[in-house]
């Protein structure tokens, strides 16, 4: 699991999506499109995160798939802007 507030986010209106979905991605982007989909939310999606537990795809595999996945349309990064006040809030700390 990623920390609070990171990892995998639903769209939330978007309709659950069907493995023919991806269907004009390569075959290893597809297998891991279709195995993000299937991730629970709040899991971690970096590249190391997914080739920990993908059986076939090391970490390069899956950072260039990520790439390619976002580039089809089917994965959105958000970047937030996180201050090191807020980090050390959200750590208890002064």
């Known amino acids: 699991m990623a920390r609070t507030g990171y990892g995998k986010r639903s769209a939330g209106d978007e309709a659950p999506h069907a493995d023919a979905d ?3 991605l390569s075959p290893r ?3 891991l499109a279709v195995f993000i989909d299937h991730l629970h939310e709040g ?3 970096g590249y190391k995160a997914l ?10 595999a899956c950072r260039t798939s ?4 976002t580039l089809a349309g089917h ?3 958000i970047k937030e802007h996180i201050t090191v006040e807020a980090l050390r809030r ?3 700390l002064r």
């Open 22 to 24: 991806f269907a004009h």
């Open 29 to 31: 982007d597809r297998d």
């Open 43 to 45: 899991h971690a999606m």
């Open 51 to 60: 080739a920990a537990e993908h059986p076939r795809y090391g970490q390069q």
């Open 66 to 69: 990520l790439r390619w996945i």
């Open 75 to 77: 994965l959105r990064w």
């Open 90 to 92: 959200a750590a208890g």
